[in-house]
T-cell receptor, first 113, second 119 residues
Framework: RKEVEQDPGPFNVPEGATVAFNCTYS??????FFWYRQDCRKEPKLLMS???SGNEDGRFTAQLNRASQYISLLIRDSKLSDSATYLC??????????????FGTGTRLTIIP | GAVVSQHPSWVICKSGTSVKIECRSLDFQATTMFWYRQFPKQSLMLMAT?????????EQGVEKDKFLINHASLTLSTLTVTSAHPEDSSFYIC???????????????FGPGTRLTVT
């Protein structure tokens, strides 16, 4: 089983729609969770950290379900600029101190005008 | 947010030569920097963790003699790909981690990446 698993997509969604991505992780001891977005041939950029209580940042909502080891990202009122690859990222708890991150392979999203 | 720069942004070199890539944290001190490699349509794969003033820790399967890492200061880490071969062609990305007392979690901020092509 992959450490971090995501549906690779692609998701082709009309502008203005709501889209949700899911991600599962294998190590129950993981403590830090993130969503990054990566544009084609660019570096990943932190979209949001994911907290146990769930958190929202504008049109983006992230949720964490520790019991199911599941993370989600919801994008409302999608914009053309949301087209990107969304990476689910989880810390590797085997290493103390500065934590290493494990990246999912990403979910490709294209917003259609 | 924290800014990380990387230089060069792209490089083409001949097989057998060495290439040095620099990673700098511009507006913060990073005790730890990470070096990743990403092949087309694949996820980022961690190559090594670099701590200022100490030897880098390499991931399994990454040759430390081929990928030399130096972290001489709190704002600069370098990766040198020695005796590069075409199979080393990839997108190399560094990241820097904010110290835990500066962020709620271990967020990493990425440099813009270096696209290496070995001919």
């Amino acid at each position: 089983r992959k450490e971090v698993e995501q549906d690779p997509g692609p998701f082709n969604v009309p502008e203005g729609a709501t889209v949700a991505f899911n991600c599962t992780y294998s190590n129950s001891a993981s403590q830090s969770f993130f969503w990054y977005r990566q544009d084609c041939r660019k570096e990943p950029k932190l979209l949001m950290s994911v907290y146990s209580s769930g958190n929202e940042d504008g049109r983006f909502t992230a949720q964490l379900n520790r019991a199911s080891q599941y993370i989600s990202l919801l994008i409302r009122d999608s914009k053309l600029s949301d087209s990107a690859t969304y990476l689910c990222v989880v810390n590797d708890p085997r290493y103390g101190g500065n934590e290493k991150l494990t990246f999912g392979t990403g979910t490709r999203l294209t917003i259609i005008p | 947010g924290a800014v990380v720069s990387q230089h060069p942004s792209w490089v083409i070199c001949k097989s057998g030569t060495s290439v040095k890539i620099e990673c700098r944290s511009l507006d913060f001190q990073a005790t730890t920097m990470f070096w990743y490699r990403q092949f087309p349509k694949q996820s980022l794969m961690l190559m090594a963790t670099s701590n200022e003033g100490s030897k880098a820790t390499y991931e399994q399967g990454v040759e430390k003699d081929k990928f030399l890492i130096n972290h001489a200061s709190l704002t600069l880490s370098t990766l040198t790909v020695t005796s590069a071969h075409p199979e080393d062609s990839s997108f190399y990305i560094c990241s820097a981690s904010l110290a835990p007392f500066l962020a709620a979690t271990y967020e990493q901020y990425f440099g813009p990446g270096t696209r290496l092509t070995v001919t």
